[in-house]
């Protein structure tokens, strides 16, 4: 890699190949779950090294008709507290607060949750869910590891959400190869 930032599409490549099989090996420790019944696309999302988290993206990110809405919802599984995962991803889509000497130090229940249920392979499990202007961020303990929900743009609500585990990791990595070869382009 060069100091531009450039790496050239070889090592690019190569360093992909290498992050899809580290997933392949460590995907049987950390289940990852979509929605159930979704239709739309999936694929895999975020992946952290040590399998403490890892999530599946589904939506139409952008819109696949002219007037549609971007929608953008994110499966996230997480083997630390739910809580402070949700928290985040709150922050991160809602930006910072307009003053950070006001709420230096936001915690989870500051964001005044209300409570829903559903269903995670088929198990009922309470959820705590925020709601944003264009977002909403669900998150539930209870489950083994955690489970979080973002769901960014045309905005169902989480009432009637519910997920089940991917079987399989595989078809997630090669949605995930395609979206990068349109990106990026090369094989």
Known sequence: MDLTGFMPPDEFWAMQSRHDQEVRERAASLPLYQ????????????????????????????????????????????????????????????????SWAARPFERSDSLNPRQYDATVDGVPTNFNVCEGPTFWVAWSALTKPGVV???????????????????????????????????????
């Not at 999530?55 to 971007?70: D, T």
């Open 149 to 187: 929900i973002l769901c960014q743009g045309g905005r169902p609500g989480p009432d009637g959400i519910h997920l089940r585990r991917v079987p399989d990791v595989e078809p997630l990595l090669q949605a995930r190869g395609a979206a990068l070869r349109a990106i990026r382009g090369g094989t």
């Open 35 to 98: 929605v159930e019944d979704w239709k739309g696309p999936l694929m895999l999302g975020s992946w952290q090294m040590d399998a403490s988290e890892g999530s599946v993206l589904h939506g139409h990110r952008p819109p696949l008709k002219e007037g549609e809405a971007p929608f953008h919802l994110e499966v996230i599984t997480t083997t630390r507290p739910a809580s402070e995962t949700a928290l985040h991803k709150w922050r991160e889509v809602s930006g910072p607060p307009p």
